[in-house]
């Protein structure tokens, strides 16, 4: 193994000795000047308590491992993957170092690299199976929720999560199993192709995106969502084609991946004639904003992707700007905010969510401490890194129990299902819950708990 460099060295290889599997990523890393002003804000470093775990160090095993200096899989690959990809670093570095891409190039250049290790195989293989074969089919994701709705309503589920052997089902399948808000029928999924007029005067037509485990698990939420855009004046089309955002293959190391599914998405949202394409994910949305890089060496599609990406708003975006929605109640409760790392930093969309919740809520709206820090859920980190996930979780709990709420309100389902898992290990399901942000605005705006998108 070579020697790892030393954090405060300048030093660089010339051009032409640069690993040519990290791109532009070497000179992005290069931009860093080591200031340390990432350190506090970064979760596993808080957590972890060592460089490696740092964004400034992760720079520089990069800026190593690109001039050949380490190893790629042996001495940069685990420290990666244990970044959950938050981006919080980016908003507090003072020379704009975009962490985000140089993450994103090294963990392709580490997908492409030989595994080190066994588990490292056994997680490639792993991660093959569901981002090729699951998440890019929306039938498939559609019947997995199908049955995953059945076993819930049946209490096969339940049964399952109960008698499970000891050590068949890893701890966090086991724990998370047990987190998802409970799943709605499948006829009330908002059917492809369907278009629902806006009430009242139209004020734009937008394109909805349905998502992969939006629509799989949560399209109850989906439902409230296009209902909640229609009261703001919105007719809203679910473009038929549509697929997977793609933000899991991009940041697994697998672009490629990314930008096919990035194709048809152009595809089809251009297709439908919206004035605006929203979504309701903070993880999705950060992705779809960000698409025109996939094709950065593409210059046939390349102005279509940028167009595309100008189009993406969060739905708590198109309800501010559309508003104010007519709101028939408070919200019988106090309430918190968890901000999605991904509708904060990447998106710049803090703002929104925050003014629709002091719409319902008033002054039970309450700010938990440190709202901004990521709750580790990050895509499936915490599938593959449960441990190290649960760990930021149980302090975030720690905030949310001083906060004095009894309901989280979320942006993103990751963030939704993580943070009902920390209510579970908290203790505090009697309560407190986990509610995205659609559920508690329905309640207070429409006229029926449900908001079924049957027109």
Request: hydrophobic letters at 35%; charged letters at 25%.
């Given at each position: 193994m070579n020697r790892q460099p030393e954090y405060g060295s300048s030093a660089t290889a010339p051009e032409s000795a640069v690993e040519p599997l990290f791109g532009e990523?070497?000179?992005?890393?290069?931009?860093?000047?080591?200031?340390?002003?990432?350190?506090?804000?970064?979760?596993?470093?808080?957590?972890?308590?060592?460089?490696?775990q740092s964004p400034r160090g992760r720079i520089n095993l990069v800026r190593a491992a690109a001039e050949g200096r380490i190893d790629i899989s042996g001495d940069m690959a685990s420290p990666l993957d244990l970044?959950?990809?938050?981006?919080?670093?980016?908003?507090?570095c003072p020379v704009g170092v975009p962490y985000g891409r140089i993450l994103e190039a090294a963990r392709t250049a580490s997908a492409s690299a030989a595994p080190a290790t066994g588990d490292q195989k056994r997680r490639r293989r792993?991660?093959?199976?569901?981002?090729?074969?699951?998440?890019?089919?929306?039938?498939r994701l559609r019947l997995a929720g199908n049955l995953l709705w059945l076993a819930q309503t049946t209490g096969m589920k339940s049964l399952a999560l109960r008698f499970s052997p000891q050590g068949i089902v890893p701890p966090a399948l086991m724990a998370l199993g047990g987190a998802p808000p409970p799943i709605d029928s499948p006829r009330r999924r908002p059917a492809p192709g369907a278009v629902y007029?806006?009430?009242?005067?139209?004020?734009?037509?937008?394109?909805?995106?349905?998502?992969c485990v939006m629509d799989a698990l949560l399209h109850r939420i989906n439902a409230l969502s296009i209902e909640l855009l229609r009261e703001a004046g919105c007719e809203v089309i679910i473009p038929r084609d549509q697929v997977c955002c793609g933000a899991l293959h991009a940041h697994q190391g697998d672009p490629s991946g990314a930008a096919a599914l990035a194709r048809r998405n152009i595809a089809a949202f251009n297709a439908a004639g919206a004035d605006f394409f929203v979504n309701n994910a903070g993880g999705c949305g950060a992705m779809l904003r960000?698409?025109?890089?996939?094709?950065?060496?593409?210059?046939?599609?390349?102005?279509?992707?940028?167009?595309?990406?100008?189009?993406?708003?969060?739905?708590?975006e198109v309800l501010v700007e559309f508003g104010p929605l007519p709101v028939r109640k408070e919200f019988p409760g106090v309430v918190t905010y968890q901000d999605s790392c991904h509708l904060r930093y990447v998106q710049k969309a803090a703002e929104a969510p925050r003014i629709l919740l002091r719409m319902i809520a008033g002054e039970r709206f309450r700010e938990m401490d440190a709202a901004c820090d990521c709750c580790a859920s990050g895509g499936i980190y915490n599938?593959?890194?449960?441990?190290?996930?649960?760990?930021?979780?149980?302090?975030?709990?720690?905030?949310?129990?001083?906060?004095?709420?009894?309901?989280?309100?979320?942006?993103?389902?990751?963030?939704?299902?993580?943070?009902?898992?920390?209510?579970?290990?908290?203790?505090?399901?009697?309560?407190?819950?986990?509610?995205?942000?659609?559920?508690?605005?329905?309640?207070?705006?429409?006229?029926?708990?449900?908001?079924?998108?049957?027109?």
């Open positions: 990523a070497h000179e992005s890393a290069n931009r860093c000047i080591r200031c340390g002003y990432c350190l506090p804000e970064c979760p596993t470093y808080r957590s972890m308590g060592r460089e490696a970044c959950l990809g938050c981006r919080a670093c980016e908003a507090a792993a991660e093959r199976i569901v981002l090729r074969h699951l998440f890019p089919h929306p039938r007029p806006a009430r009242g005067k139209r004020r734009a037509r937008v394109a909805f995106l349905q998502g960000e698409t025109a890089h996939l094709f950065e060496d593409d210059p046939r599609i390349l102005p279509q992707a940028r167009a595309f990406q100008e189009k993406w708003r969060d739905l708590a599938l593959l890194h449960f441990r190290e996930s649960m760990s930021i979780l149980d302090q975030k709990m720690k905030n949310v129990a001083k906060s004095g709420a009894n309901v989280v309100v979320t942006s993103n389902p990751g963030c939704h299902v993580q943070m009902a898992l920390g209510i579970n290990r908290a203790g505090m399901k009697n309560k407190t819950n986990a509610r995205h942000l659609a559920e508690v605005l329905a309640e207070c705006v429409l006229d029926r708990d449900g908001g079924s998108s049957e027109s």
